[in-house]
């Protein structure tokens, strides 16, 4: 168990469709990560925020966005959902970079949409 | 922009021996960690083992180990004695390092590795 907790596990939505996703990092973990895993593509880079700021932004469409609450918490939004943003989605959290600890990112179990 | 290839898609190995799966990355940092990570069939994303840029010995966790090139660029992943929980795909990662400041993993597209009984 990383400690990282990912909501809901598997969701099934339509075409057009608005969908939630939800994250809690590791305890006192202040960036949290989102990726996108589709069965031909690798790991895609989505976003990452940092104690609360949108820290860095990678392929991530317009249509998606991503915030992170004052408890840290963070949720990834997808709306007008294509079936092309069926995906395993993962969420991913460290803590402030401290080479005592290795500098690692931490992957919750991910978030499976299928868009149908 | 960093870029980490993985130029194995597949690989296969009969239990109980040794396989190594290649990685090389491509930046201008001299700062910078790498990851081998393993995703099972149940895809979670687990961390193999990791390797800090500046130092020079090697990594190495029970029956994995890496051989960490820098001039080289040049990540490769050991695993001896392979069992048939190691089958999975395995993914390489840079994580580049500044002063405490938190950067993204950019990931190979990964090597998948089947263990023959």
């Known amino acids: 168990d990383s400690g990282v907790t990912q909501t809901p596990k598997h969701l099934i939505t339509a075409t057009g469709q608005r969908v939630t996703l939800r994250c809690s990092p590791r305890s006192g973990d202040l960036s949290v990560y989102w990726y996108q895993q589709s069965l031909d593509q690798g790991l895609q880079f989505l976003i990452q925020?940092?104690?609360?700021?949108?820290?860095a932004k990678g392929n991530i469409l317009e249509r998606f966005s991503a915030q992170q609450f004052p408890d840290l918490h963070s949720e990834l939004n997808l709306s007008s959902l294509e079936l092309g943003d069926s995906a395993l989605y993962f969420c991913?959290?460290?803590?402030?970079?401290?080479?005592?600890?290795?500098?690692?990112?931490?992957f919750g179990e991910g978030s499976w949409l299928t868009v149908v | 922009a960093q870029t980490v290839t993985q130029s194995q898609p597949e690989m296969s190995v009969q239990e109980a021996e040794t396989v190594t799966l290649s990685c090389t990355y491509d930046t201008s940092e001299s700062d910078y960690y790498l990851f081998w990570y393993k995703q099972p069939p149940s895809r979670q994303m687990i961390l193999v083992i990791r390797q800090e840029a500046y130092k020079q010995q090697n990594a190495t966790e029970n029956r994995f180990s890496v051989n960490f090139q820098k001039a080289a660029k040049s990540f490769s992943l050991k695993i001896s004695d392979s069992q048939l929980g190691d089958a999975a795909m395995y993914f390489c990662a840079y994580r580049r390092w500044s002063g405490g400041s938190n950067y993204k993993l950019t990931f190979g597209k990964g090597t998948l590795l089947t263990v023959n009984p």
């Open positions: 991913a959290s460290s803590p402030r970079g401290d080479r005592r600890i290795g500098n690692t990112i931490y």
């Open positions: 925020y940092y104690n609360g700021e949108e820290r």
